[in-house]
C-alpha cells in the first residue's frame, strides 16, 4: 500500500518546516560567532575606517569594538534558547541581531562586512519563523530568587555609592558608582576606587557580605540543573527539569525495531519525544543522540506520571509483546482517557484486542506487508500482484 498524495505532501511539508527551523538556529549561530571574531579583532581599534570615519564620534568609535564581542556572548545564549524553542529567545534574537548590524556598520572593517550582511538575511528569516518559537522559559523559584538578589546587590551598590560619593575617592558618576559594586560584590577590588570614611568602609563591606552571597546562589542556581543533567543521564533518566516541561509529547512506551524506525524517520525532529523503555542500554543510545528517555516500565502508573501522560498529545505503544501491549494501553487510558493511542499488533490475532484494551488505532506489520505485496501501484514497476500476475523469469 503505497502513501496517499496528502499524507506524502503533510511528510514533505513537515519536513521543510524542520529544515527551515534548524536553518534559523544554524544562521543565528554564525552571525553570534561572527559578532564575537569581529568584536574580538577590533577590541583594541581606537577609530575606524571607510566612509563613516567622519561622521562617527570618536567615543562611539571606541565603544563599538568591545561590545560587538558582548553582543556576540548574547546571540550564542539566544542561539541556544532557539534551538530550545523558546519564546523569549526569539524575542532577544529580533532585538540583537539590529544591533549587531549596527555595531558591524560602526566598525566599518572588512571583517564586519560579512557580519552586517548576514545579520540582514537572518532577521527576515527569525521574524517568518515567529510561530515556531512557543514555548515558555519556565524559571524555578531559586532562580528567580537569585536573579532578584544580583539585581538587588548592584541598586543597593550603586545607589549607596553615589549618594556617598564624597566619602570614596574615584566616585564621581553613576558609572563610578556601578564600576566599584560590581568589583566589590563580585571581590575583585582592584583597588582604584577606595573608601575614605569609617561609614563608606562600613558600607563597602556589606556590599561585599551581600554580594557574595547572592552570587553564591546565583551560580548554585546555575549549576544545580547542569549537574542534575549530568547525574540524569548517567542514570538513564531525564532530568526533573526536563520531565516538568513536556507538554503535548509524543509518548512512546517500548522500544521494539518500529520504533527504532520511528525515530530515524520522525519527519520532525524537534518534536518532543519522549521513550520508557527498561532497557538501560536502549536508554543511554537515545541519550547520546538527544532524544528524551525514562528507563521504567511502559506500563508503570509513577513512570507514566513522570513521563506526563496526562500531557501527553499522542502515545505510541510497541513493546513486541502484546500481552504487556494491552497492559500498558489500559494504564495509559486510565491516566488519560482522551489521549490518541496507537499500538503495533505483533500477532495480528491480537489487533481487535488491543482496540479493545483502549487503543484508538492499532496496525499489525504482518497485515501492511501482505496488503503491500498485494496491492501493487499501476504504472511505477514497484509493485506485483502475487496472486494474480506470474513472476517474470527473464524468458520473455
Known amino acids: 500500500m503505497t502513501p496517499s498524495l496528502p499524507s506524502h505532501l503533510l511528510d514533505r511539508w513537515v519536513g521543510w518546516h524542520a529544515f527551515g527551523l534548524r536553518l534559523t538556529v544554524a544562521l543565528t549561530a554564525v552571525v553570534a560567532l561572527l559578532s564575537v571574531a569581529t568584536g574580538i579583532a577590533n577590541i583594541g581599534a581606537q577609530s ?36 530550545r524553542r523558546l519564546r523569549v529567545a526569539w524575542y532577544s534574537t529580533v532585538v540583537l541581531l539590529p544591533v549587531t548590524t549596527i555595531q558591524g556598520v560602526l566598525q566599518s572593517s572588512p571583517l564586519s562586512l560579512p557580519l552586517v550582511a548576514l545579520s540582514v538575511v537572518t532577521l527576515p528569516k527569525v521574524l517568518y519563523t515567529r510561530r515556531r518559537f512557543d514555548r515558555t522559559a519556565e524559571l524555578t523559584p531559586a532562580q528567580l530568587a537569585a536573579g532578584v538578589a544580583i539585581a538587588g546587590t548592584q541598586i543597593y551598590g550603586t545607589v549607596g555609592t553615589y549618594a556617598l560619593r564624597e566619602d570614596f575617592a574615584g566616585v564621581s558618576t553613576l558609572v563610578d558608582a556601578f564600576y566599584y559594586t560590581l568589583v566589590t560584590a563580585s571581590t575583585v577590588g582592584y583597588g582604584d576606587v577606595t573608601p575614605t570614611s569609617q561609614v563608606a568602609r562600613l558600607f563597602g563591606m556589606s556590599v561585599v557580605v551581600i554580594g557574595t552571597a547572592s552570587f553564591a546562589v546565583a551560580l548554585g542556581t546555575l549549576l544545580g540543573p547542569v549537574i542534575q543533567a549530568r547525574f ?156 494474480t500476475e506470474a513472476p517474470d523469469d527473464g524468458d520473455g
Open 48 to 83: 575606524v575606517v571607510g566612509p563613516l570615519a567622519e561622521v562617527i564620534p570618536r567615543s562611539i568609535q571606541r565603544t563599538a569594538g568591545f561590545t560587538g564581542a558582548l553582543t556576540g556572548f548574547l546571540m550564542i545564549a539566544s542561539a541556544y534558547g532557539l534551538r
Open 232 to 387: 540524569a543521564r548517567a542514570l538513564g533518566r531525564m532530568s526533573d527539569t526536563d520531565l516538568k516541561r513536556l507538554d503535548d509529547h509524543v509518548l512512546v512506551l517500548g522500544y521494539s525495531d518500529i520504533v527504532a524506525a520511528i525515530l530515524d524517520e520522525n519527519p520532525d525532529p524537534d518534536s518532543d519525544v519522549v521513550v520508557v523503555t527498561p532497557d538501560r542500554e536502549v536508554i543511554q543510545s537515545l541519550t547520546d543522540r538527544d532524544i528524551g528517555a525514562l528507563a521504567a516500565d511502559p506500563d508503570d502508573e509513577s513512570s507514566l506520571h513522570e513521563a506526563g501522560v496526562e500531557r501527553a498529545r499522542l502515545a505510541i505503544v510497541a513493546t513486541g509483546d502484546d500481552a504487556a501491549d494491552a497492559l500498558t494501553i489500559l494504564t495509559v487510558r486510565q491516566l488519560n482517557p482522551d489521549v490518541e493511542i496507537r499500538a503495533v499488533a505483533t500477532n495480528r490475532e491480537n489487533v481487535r484486542k488491543l482496540e479493545d484494551a483502549g487503543a484508538t488505532s492499532v496496525i499489525s506489520p504482518i497485515v501492511i506487508a501482505a496488503k503491500q505485496l498485494l496491492d501493487p501501484s499501476p504504472g511505477d514497476g514497484t509493485g506485483v500482484d502475487l496472486l
